[in-house]
DNA sequence: GCCGTTTTCGGCCCGACTGTTTTCAGTCG
C-alpha cells in the first residue's frame, strides 16, 4: 500500500468534518476536524511517519480521536469513520458545496426535501423553480444559485498569483486615476501573503471621509462583468471581474491598521491572534483594539502586533503555522528582500529556445541592478527547445566571454540546464561538464514514474558531483500538472550531503518547489537558488514571485544562491568543480 | 473533538451581507 501524503489525509479530515456537519454534528467537533486537517497539511514533515511511531498527537489540534482516524488511514488507505458517514448520502453530494452560497444547511434542506444530491439536480431544480417552495429558500436565492452555477461552469474557480497580481494591479491602478479623490487602496487577503493560487482577491479602500462614498460605492461597483454583482453593501461590495471575485472593503483611517491586519489573514492567522488577546483581556475586530468598550489606539500593523506583545509578523508568514509561537520570543526570521538579490540565474538564450541574445541579456540584467546572470541554455537531448550540440556551446561559451569583456565588472557565467536522463545521468560527458561554470539539472521527459523511480532518478543525478543545482523539483505545473510524487525527505538529505542547490523555479505557472519544502530545506541548511527560468527579458520580472516564495519559505539572506556577490558565487562554483576533480 | 498564563471542565474569533424573515439564520471570509 501507498503511503499517504500529508495532502491526502487532510483530505480525508475536511470531508470528515464536512460529513459531520451535514449530519448535525456539533460545529465544535466538526471545526476539531477541520482545525486537525489544516495542521496535518501544513506539517512540514510526512504526518504517515509520525503515526507509524505512534506521535500524532504532538500535532497541534490533533488528539486521541482524531489520530485514530489518522493511524486506521495510514494503515488500510480507508477511513471506518469517513465511510459511516457517508454511507447516510449519495456519493456525489460534496459537489453541492462547491457552489457559492451552499453550506450545510442549505444542502441537507435540498437534499432531504427535494432529493437533490448533484450540481447538474441543483441546476434542474433552480429552473424548474423547485427550490422557491423550500423553507429558508426563495425567489432570490435560486436565481442566485443559478448564477453562482454558470460561474463555476465557466471557469475552474482558482487563479495563478500572475492573474490575481495583474487584475489587482489593474484595478488599483483604475481606481487611483478614478475622479474619486481621498482614498487610498491596498491589496490585503491571500493576495498579500503570496499563496500561489487564488480564488478572490482583497483589496481595501480606506476612505479620508464619507463624503464621496455614493460616487465610490458606484466606480466599485462599475468594476464588475457583466451580472458580476456578488455583494452590495454598505462597506462591503464583492464584484466578480474577468473570472476572478473581488472583494473590496471600505473603511476609516482610524481603523487602517486593524482592517489590513484582518483582511489580510488568514483565518486561522487571525484566529490564533484573537484568542490572545482574549487572554489578554482584549478584544481585536477590523476595527480597532478593545479593552473593555475603550478603545487601545495603534497606529500601524506593527504597532498592533506589539500591543498583543509580539514581534512584527511578515503577511507571507501569518499561515496560523509556527509564527505567532516564535514571534513572542522575538525568533522570526529576517526574511530576504527584493534588493538582496544580486544575480540572474536560469536563463535561456537564442541559442536553444530563448528570444534573445546572451548580449541584450546581460544589458538588460544589468539595467535591472543585478550584478551577474548565469546563463543556462537546454542541454542537448532537449530536441524540442533546440538544445545545445558539444560544438553550439563551445561557441556559446566564446560569446560569454566577447560579452563579460565588454560589459565588465558585470559578470556572465555560463552553465547548461542539463535534462536528466531516464536513469538519472546527465545529458554530457565530465570533460564537457568540466568546462562549464554551473550546471542545473532538470526532468523535462518521461515524466510517469512511481515514486520509487522518480526518487533515484533524481537522487542519482544529485549524486552526480558536477551537479550544482537541481531544478524545477516536482515538475508540476499549477493549475495544470501534479508533480511526481518524490520521497522528499531523501532528496533533501541528498541536497543536503552533497552540497547542491534547491532551485526555487519562480515561473508563475511552476513556483517549484512549493514554499513548505523551501522551509524545509532551509531547516536543513540547503542553498535555495530562486530562478526564473526567463526565456527573454521579459521573463526577468517573474524574479518578483520569487521573491515571494522566498519570504513565504522563512528564506532569509544568506540561504539564498544568488544573494551572493559575483565573487562569492564565482568561488561556490570553482569550490565545487574542485571537488569534482579529486 | 481539542485544549489549558482564569485549565481536566467549559469554552471554542468576529462581523458583514443576504434573503427570508418580522427578529434572525445561513454563508462567507
Known sequence: MKTPVNKEIASVLKRIAV?????????????????????????????????????????????????????????????????????????????????????????????????????????????????????????????????AIEFIRLQGGLHLLSDALGTAEEVIGTLKNSAIRDIEIVAAGSLRRGKTTFKDIDILVVEQDGKNRESLQKTLLSLADENGVIASGDTKISVRRRGLQIDFRIVSPGSFPTALQHFTGSKEHNTILRARAKRMGLKVNEYGIYRGDEPVYVSSEEDLYKTLGLEYIPPELREGDEEVRLSEKGELPDLVKAEDFHGMVHVHSSYSDGSNSIEELARE????????????????????????????????????????????????????????????????????????????????????????????????????????????????????????????????????????????????????????????????????????????????????????????????????LNCMTAGEIDEFFKRRKKKTSV
Not at 521573491?547 to 532569509?556: C, P
Request: glycine fraction near 10%.
Open 19 to 147: 460529513y459531520k456537519e451535514l449530519s448535525g454534528e456539533n460545529p465544535f467537533k466538526v471545526r476539531a476536524f477541520e482545525n486537525a486537517a489544516r495542521s496535518v497539511e501544513m506539517h512540514p514533515e510526512e504526518v504517515a511517519a509520525l503515526s507509524d511511531k505512534g506521535m500524532l498527537e504532538t500535532l497541534k489540534g490533533v488528539g486521541k480521536g482524531v489520530a485514530e482516524v489518522i493511524t486506521g488511514y495510514v494503515r488500510s488507505g480507508r477511513s471506518s469513520e469517513l465511510e459511516t458517514l457517508r454511507s447516510a448520502f449519495p456519493d456525489t453530494i460534496e459537489e453541492l458545496f462547491t457552489v457559492p452560497g451552499m453550506g450545510p444547511k442549505k444542502v441537507r434542506a435540498v437534499y432531504e426535501k427535494l432529493g437533490v444530491s448533484s450540481v447538474g439536480e441543483l441546476e434542474y431544480a433552480c429552473t424548474e423553480n423547485r427550490l422557491v417552495t423550500l423553507e429558508g429558500f426563495g425567489e432570490k436565492t435560486q436565481t442566485k444559485l443559478l448564477k
Open 365 to 560: 540584467c544589468a539595467a535591472l541592478g543585478y550584478s551577474y546572470l548565469c546563463i543556462s541554455d537546454h542541454s542537448r537531448s532537449a530536441y524540442y527547445a533546440h538544445g545545445l550540440s558539444e560544438g553550439r556551446l563551445g561557441e556559446q561559451a566564446d560569446e560569454v566571454r566577447r560579452v563579460n569583456e565588454a560589459l565588465s565588472p558585470f559578470r556572465m557565467f555560463c552553465g547548461i540546464e542539463s535534462e536528466i536522463l531516464g536513469d538519472g545521468g546527465l545529458d554530457y560527458p565530465d570533460e564537457v561538464l568540466e568546462e562549464l561554470d554551473f550546471i542545473i539539472g532538470s526532468v523535462h521527459s518521461n515524466l510517469a514514474m512511481s515514486k520509487e523511480e522518480a526518487t533515484e532518478r533524481l537522487l542519482r543525478a544529485i549524486e552526480n558531483p558536477y551537479l550544482t543545482i537541481l531544478g524545477h523539483m516536482s515538475g508540476r505545473l499549477l493549475l495544470s500538472r501534479e508533480g511526481y510524487r518524490l520521497d522528499e525527505e531523501r532528496i533533501l538529505e541528498a541536497l543536503q550531503k552533497n552540497g547542491t542547490a534547491l532551485e526555487h523555479n519562480c515561473n508563475p505557472l511552476r513556483l517549484d518547489p512549493d514554499w513548505p519544502l523551501l522551509k524545509r530545506a532551509k531547516k536543513m541548511g540547503i542553498l535555495v537558488s530562486v530562478n526564473p527560468d526567463a526565456h527573454s527579458i521579459e521573463g526577468f520580472s517573474d524574479m518578483r514571485y520569487g521573491v515571494t516564495m522566498a519570504r513565504k519559505g522563512w528564506l532569509e539572506k544568506k540561504d539564498v
